[in-house]
């Protein structure tokens, strides 16, 4: 970008001709956007600016002000805000600043400057920088001035389809006169999909719909795509462009800033493809670091592989997405994936896949010869042998298990050797193959585990619900992250002495005095000695853990401690949820084994083996947890060599802190990925499936009509409960009361601490398997997983009913 000079910074009044992308600073986002489409030759109304020297001056300019407005011939003026935060890639600030129209007159004219400066610290403008987490003392705000133009027809285009996300798509909003009044909502428009010069589809905006008004005329649209394919040209990403026809029929062009909210582009390739986001497996939504990239990518790469596929796994937005295009494309694999997603996915992903299914565009192929096999006939041997020997003895594979995590945690140490950055580098390369012993005495018991959980209710169809099933998978034992939820309960209850001193501190001042051993001994050390490689999103190797930042883990304690009748203390209600489902296995059993006496006893068989072995399901992220803890300190003791901030380091590859160690400065790379990855956090969705054409697949599905007032989503957990809610973007700042439903996008077992207080749990994503349901279940709390929007369809303090049964979620005004 260029840079303006000391003479440019010094004026107060600018043509609008001479702004352009470099002046930002002095002429702000919008003047920034107008000079630039005069500069590519666009029809643009002709204008000024005043800029923010004016505003650093706090004095109008009046002189200048009248000598450019008398240059421009008087008569009715646009004035609009031009701040030097807004209409830029990370922040559009749509609507947050005033503008003035059909101003006439000096004296108007310079009170309506004055009002486009008062708006920058107006009540919208300030919310939506605290949103944004902008710096508002960073925040300046210049004046665009511009002859008016009288319409007969107005609007926005997007160079890109908002909605769906379709970049080979435009959608244009189109009502009569000013084009203000549709993009304030003051009057009808007409929404229309443009897909190509001579082809524009009048109706549903993709999910959006659309509403009738002004009927467009013949000919207009023509002229607006091909100039929204110039003006996409010029600044190189999807625009959002004000546009007015006048009576003569004239295109101009009132303003033009990137679409902020579209989800980034997937790698750009010949053909259609498909990729599903695989992080929410992991209960992650949030964007992974570089460094977490590449390793979560093998990871999950061979945790694929393992189910008898081969999945590219590509990052889109800094999230794990896997290609299935070759998969939803081959004949034999279209038959499992349904099938995968509805298990390891959730219902949305399975909905979306079943979408892509009936796609013509992914048609199976034709190419049906043989191919390699995804998994060796040794492995399924391999497989077949574990699963039984863990059915067939239990107790010995769980102590088989058991042994190989601490195997693992020992191996995770680095060597004593490692001492310079290169040594260092080497452990973290070289770290990470198993032996098959080892694999096979972690994996097969908990693949063991988990079919003795899902067969069931398959065996069982008429004659038990799942509902049925699921109640004798309460309280199930040698669950590893229940043991950490309990045992923080553990703890927090011998600190009711220091009550006060914990409730009234907020969690981040604890964890920095606990650093500095400037806190009371409450046990926390022996904790995170035990469970301080863990976090939420702890599966990214560039998150910090407990044991680096424990403010989660003081902000779970202040909520344990609010906790005061006893007949909520989580031991006691996981204890009873254990007791309830072995009462309900012995009914179930009784009743499976009169009515289907062959398939009941095996269901109850395998009921049986799932209290003993499902539990073991989290011991293998557990243990991997170890060596990715050891993985991270060996990179941050890196990155203290390279950098001010050790953290650095991981938004770099390996090859490339290879590269810095050479002796390249790439402080640059890291700064700029910084920054997108502070912008990603930000996001609130994240596409289930995305198209190669930037399509969120889920947004192309029919509406569904819930009913006023109910949102319908999975049901997890069985139960009924109505209580407040309180919607949680992050369990480090989390405050739960006793009570409170939990509504959150995802969760990972860092998230599973809230559990032992909440009353009931609501998820955006998820499967029935997944790590956050099926602790739930464990504690006996209703859940309801997959409810699309729940964070923003839901307010904390709002009144809701749980139904994990229906699977509903039912809110009150």
Same mark, same amino acid.
């Given at each position: 970008m260029?840079?303006?000079?000391?003479?440019?910074?010094?004026?107060?009044?600018?043509?609008?001709?001479?702004?352009?992308?470099?002046?930002?600073?002095?002429?702000?986002?919008?003047?920034?956007?107008?000079?630039?489409?005069?500069?590519?030759?666009?029809?643009?109304?002709?204008?000024?600016?005043?800029?923010?020297?004016?505003?650093r001056?706090?004095?109008?300019?009046?002189?200048?002000?009248?000598?450019?407005?008398?240059?421009?011939?008087?008569?009715?003026?646009?004035?609009?805000?031009?701040?030097?935060?807004?209409?830029?890639?990370?922040?559009?600030?749509?609507?947050?600043?005033?503008?003035?129209?059909?101003v006439?007159?000096?004296?108007?004219?310079?009170?309506?400057?004055?009002?486009?400066?008062?708006?920058?610290?107006?009540?919208?403008?300030?919310?939506?920088?605290?949103?944004?987490?902008?710096?508002?003392?960073?925040?300046?705000?210049?004046?665009?001035?511009?002859?008016?133009?009288?319409?007969?027809?107005?609007?926005?285009?997007?160079?890109?389809?908002?909605?769906?996300?379709?970049?080979?798509?435009?959608?244009?909003?189109?009502?009569? $006169?000013?084009?203000?009044?549709?993009?304030?909502? +003051?009057?009808?428009?007409? %929404?229309?999909?443009?897909?190509?010069?001579?082809?524009?589809? *009048?109706?549903?905006?993709?999910?959006?719909?659309?509403?009738?008004?002004?009927?467009?005329?013949?000919?207009? #649209?023509?002229?607006?795509?091909?100039?929204?394919?110039?003006?996409?040209? #010029?600044?190189?990403?999807?625009? *959002? !462009?004000?546009?007015?026809?006048? %009576?003569?029929?004239?295109?101009?062009?009132?303003?033009?800033?990137?679409?902020?909210?579209?989800?980034?582009?997937?790698?750009?390739?010949?053909?259609?493809?498909?990729? !599903?986001?695989?992080?929410?497996?992991?209960?992650?939504?949030?964007?992974?670091?570089?460094?977490?990239?590449?390793?979560?990518?093998?990871?999950?790469?061979?945790?694929?592989?393992?189910?008898?596929?081969?999945? =590219?796994?590509?990052?889109?937005?800094g999230?794990?997405y896997?290609?299935?295009?070759?998969?939803?494309?081959?004949?034999?694999?279209?038959?499992?994936?349904?099938?995968l997603?509805?298990?390891?996915?959730?219902?949305?992903?399975?909905?979306?896949?079943?979408?892509?299914?009936?796609?013509?565009?992914?048609?199976?192929?034709?190419?049906?010869?043989?191919?390699?096999?995804?998994?060796?006939?040794?492995?399924?041997?391999?497989?077949?042998?574990?699963?039984?020997?863990?059915?067939?003895?239990?107790?010995?594979?769980?102590?088989?298990?058991?042994?190989?995590?601490?195997r693992?945690?020992?191996?995770?140490?680095?060597?004593?050797?490692? +001492?310079?950055?290169?040594?260092?580098?080497?452990?973290?390369?070289? #770290?990470?193959?198993?032996?098959?012993?080892?694999?096979?005495?972690?994996?097969?018991?908990?693949?063991?585990?988990?079919?003795?959980?899902?067969?069931?209710?398959?065996?069982?169809?008429?004659v038990?619900?799942?509902?049925?099933?699921?109640? !004798?998978?309460?309280?199930v034992?040698?669950?590893?992250?229940?043991?950490?939820?309990?045992?923080?309960?553990?703890?927090?209850?011998?600190?009711?002495?220091?009550r006060?001193?914990?409730? *009234?501190?907020?969690?981040?001042?604890?964890?920095?005095r606990?650093?500095?051993?400037?806190?009371?001994?409450?046990?926390?050390a022996?904790?995170?000695?035990?469970?301080?490689?863990?976090?939420?999103?702890?599966?990214?190797?560039?998150?910090?853990?407990?044991?680096?930042?424990?403010?989660?883990?003081?902000?779970?304690?202040?909520?344990?401690?609010?906790?005061?009748?006893?007949?909520q203390a989580?031991d006691?209600?996981?204890?009873?949820?254990?007791?309830a489902?072995?009462?309900?296995?012995?009914?179930?059993?009784?009743?499976?084994?009169?009515?289907?006496?062959?398939?009941?006893?095996?269901?109850?068989?395998l009921?049986?083996?799932?209290?003993?072995?499902?539990?073991?399901?989290?011991?293998?992220?557990?243990?991997?947890?170890?060596?990715?803890?050891?993985?991270? =300190?060996?990179?941050?003791?890196?990155?203290?060599?390279?950098?001010?901030?050790?953290?650095?380091?991981?938004?770099?590859?390996?090859?490339?802190?290879?590269?810095?160690?050479?002796?390249?400065?790439?402080?640059?790379? !890291?700064?700029?990925?910084?920054?997108?990855?502070?912008?990603e @956090?930000?996001?609130?969705?994240?596409?289930v499936?995305?198209?190669?054409?930037?399509? *969120?697949?889920?947004?192309?599905?029919?509406?569904?009509?819930?009913?006023?007032?109910?949102?319908?989503?999975?049901?997890?957990?069985?139960?009924?409960?109505?209580?407040?809610?309180?919607?949680v973007?992050?369990?480090?700042?989390?405050?739960?009361?006793?009570?409170?439903?939990?509504?959150?996008?995802?969760?990972?077992?860092?998230?599973?601490?809230?559990?032992?207080?909440?009353?009931? @749990?609501?998820? =955006?994503?998820?499967?029935?398997?997944?790590?956050?349901?099926?602790?739930?279940?464990?504690?006996?709390?209703?859940?309801?997983?997959?409810?699309?929007?729940?964070?923003?369809?839901?307010?904390?303090?709002?009144?809701?009913?749980?139904?994990?049964?229906? $699977?509903?979620?039912?809110?009150?005004?």
């Open positions: 260029q840079s303006y000079c000391k003479e440019e910074a010094q004026v107060s009044v600018l043509p609008l001709s001479e702004a352009h992308a470099g002046l930002v600073p002095l002429v702000g986002g919008k003047a920034a956007g107008l000079g630039e489409l005069i500069r590519a030759g666009e029809r643009v109304p002709d204008g000024f600016c005043v800029t923010t020297e004016a505003y001056a706090g004095v109008v300019p009046q002189d200048e002000v009248r000598a450019a407005y008398a240059r421009l011939g008087g008569g009715p003026v646009a004035v609009r805000s031009s701040a030097t935060d807004e209409d830029l890639p990370d922040a559009s600030f749509a609507g947050q600043h005033d503008t003035v129209l059909d006439e007159g000096e004296a108007d004219l310079v009170a309506a400057i004055d009002t486009c400066w008062k708006s920058l610290h107006g009540d919208r403008a300030v919310a939506y920088r605290e949103a944004h987490g902008t710096d508002p003392a960073d925040a300046r705000m210049a004046v665009v001035v511009q002859r008016m133009v009288t319409p007969v027809r107005a609007g926005v285009l997007y160079t890109a389809n908002p909605v769906t996300g379709n970049r080979t798509e435009m959608l244009v909003d189109v009502g009569t $006169g000013l084009g203000t009044r549709v993009v304030d909502g +003051h009057t009808d428009a007409n %929404h229309l999909v443009l897909t190509g010069a001579d082809h524009p589809e *009048d109706g549903p905006a993709g999910a959006a719909g659309a509403r009738r008004g002004a009927a467009p005329g013949p000919g207009w #649209h023509d002229d607006l795509w091909t100039a929204g394919r110039r003006i996409q040209a #010029h600044f190189g990403v999807p625009q *959002d !462009v004000e546009w007015a026809i006048d %009576h003569d029929g004239t295109l101009w062009l009132l303003q033009s800033r990137p679409v902020t909210t579209l989800f980034p582009l997937p790698p750009q390739t010949d053909d259609l493809r498909v990729y !599903v986001e695989f992080g929410n497996v992991q209960g992650m939504l949030r964007p992974v670091t570089p460094m977490g990239m590449s390793t979560l990518s093998r990871m999950i790469a061979a945790m694929v592989a393992s189910l008898g596929m081969r999945v =590219e796994i590509v990052d889109i937005g999230r794990l896997g290609d299935l295009t070759d998969l939803v494309r081959r004949p034999a694999a279209r038959k499992r994936l349904v099938r997603m509805a298990v390891d996915f959730g219902p949305r992903a399975q909905a979306v896949m079943e979408h892509v299914l009936r796609d013509p565009r992914f048609a199976p192929s034709g190419d049906r010869s043989r191919r390699p096999a995804d998994a060796s006939l040794g492995t399924a041997l391999r497989a077949l042998r574990g699963i039984l020997r863990a059915l067939a003895r239990p107790d010995a594979a769980r102590d088989r298990l058991l042994a190989a995590v601490d693992l945690r020992a191996e995770s140490t680095a060597p004593p050797q490692a +001492h310079t950055a290169h040594e260092r580098l080497r452990f973290v390369r070289d #770290h990470g193959e198993d032996t098959d012993d080892v694999a096979d005495d972690v994996t097969w018991p908990i693949v063991a585990g988990m079919l003795a959980s899902a067969l069931p209710a398959q065996l069982l169809k008429g038990a619900t799942e509902a049925d099933v699921h109640a !004798v998978l309460r309280g034992p040698h669950n590893v992250t229940i043991e950490m939820d309990l045992a923080l309960w553990a703890l927090a209850s011998a600190a009711r002495p220091h006060d001193l914990l409730l *009234d501190t907020p969690p981040a001042e604890l964890a920095a606990y650093l500095r051993g400037a806190l009371p001994e409450i046990g926390l022996a904790f995170l000695s035990r469970y301080g490689h863990r976090a939420a999103a702890e599966a990214d190797v560039g998150v910090p853990r407990w044991a680096e930042d424990p403010t989660p883990v003081f902000a779970a304690i202040a909520n344990y401690l609010r906790l005061t009748d006893p007949a989580p006691r209600r996981f204890a009873e949820a254990a007791g489902a072995e009462a309900a296995l012995n009914e179930l059993a009784a009743r499976a084994v009169r009515q289907r006496p062959v398939r009941g006893r095996i269901a109850v068989f009921l049986r083996r799932a209290r003993r072995l499902a539990g073991l399901r989290e011991s293998g992220k557990f243990a991997g947890l170890y060596r990715l803890q050891a993985v991270r =300190e060996q990179l941050l003791l890196i990155g203290s060599t390279l950098f001010p901030v050790a953290d650095d380091v991981m938004f770099l590859t390996l090859d490339e802190v290879e590269t810095a160690l050479g002796g390249t400065d790439l402080s640059g790379l !890291v700064a700029r990925r910084r920054a997108t990855h502070r912008r @956090l930000r996001r609130r969705v994240v596409p499936a995305i198209l190669s054409d930037g399509t *969120d697949v889920e947004s192309t599905l029919p509406a569904t009509d819930d009913g006023e007032g109910l949102l319908r989503g999975v049901g997890a957990a069985t139960g009924k409960v109505t209580g407040p809610a309180r919607v973007t992050d369990p480090a700042t989390a405050y739960l009361e006793p009570g409170e439903i939990l509504v959150t996008a995802t969760t990972d077992p860092g998230w599973t601490p809230l559990f032992l207080t909440a009353a009931a @749990l609501v998820t =955006e994503t998820g499967a029935v398997m997944a790590h956050g349901p099926t602790v739930a279940r464990e504690y006996g709390i209703p859940a309801v997983i997959s409810v699309p929007g729940a964070t923003s369809r839901i307010v904390t303090g709002q009144v809701i009913t749980v139904d994990g049964a229906a $699977g509903t979620v039912t809110t009150r005004r």
